[in-house]
């Protein structure tokens, strides 16, 4: 892969997963504009860097479906895996500098991602693609819950989009409750949970509940677990991700 192409990921990634939000913080109106920019200044096609996008869009939670209908490829699983614990501040920054060809940058990242795409392969991680299936599992709970058929009441808030480790927030006269949906397409099947997801679930423990919708495609079904950090003991799951820090020299903290 040329070097160019495996710095378009990153911004690609970057792209998908902080969506509207993100494109307006790297200054663009929007996705045409940012795809024309970054192919006159990485010369990459604009073409390329869509397409780029549209393969990381169904982990993310975003109104497009992307590439579900496949496997995610090898060196889009290691991007995933190296960025998707960076703050949103320091992945823009690293993509900025990127697009604008900031040369030092250019080089750390070129060293980086060579040693990340050529790791000794191990086993193919699999993410869960989220997605018609996770969204159709969202929207089917939110019309049970609107219709009166949940034994859960009060105000539904919609969180999909904050990234706090729920996907909405119950507001009644006995508290506020979490709520964190999965879908499944079949009638059984496991699921997982974001480290945020988990840790969440631990923190607010009896005010979270997981809510399985399976049979997505067919016949669907409901079913609510309150509390399960306390009912489940799941694995977890470890790997190694790009971290970025700021260093002072001596000289520079001498001279204050």
Known sequence: MKKEN??????????????RDGLKKLGYL????AYRDIESKMGVKATSIKNRRDEFDPIHNNERVGWYQRPMSRSRVR???????MPEPTLRGIVSDIINQQGEVLVVMHKVLKEVFEKAPGKQKKFILRGPTGKKAEELFARHFKSGESFLIGTLNDCRDLGCGYD???ENGDGVYYVEVKGLDGCSGGVVFTDKEWRTACEKSERYYLVVVSGVSGSPKIAYFKDPAAKFNPVRNIYTTI??????SQKQVGEI
């Open 168 to 170: 909405f927030l119950i």
């Open 30 to 33: 929007t996705f045409n504009d």
């Open 243 to 248: 971290n970025v820090s700021w260093s002072v």
């Open 6 to 19: 495996e710095l378009a990921l990153v911004v690609a990634y970057y792209l998908s997963k902080y969506d």
């Open 79 to 85: 991007i995933v895996e190296q960025f998707a614990s």
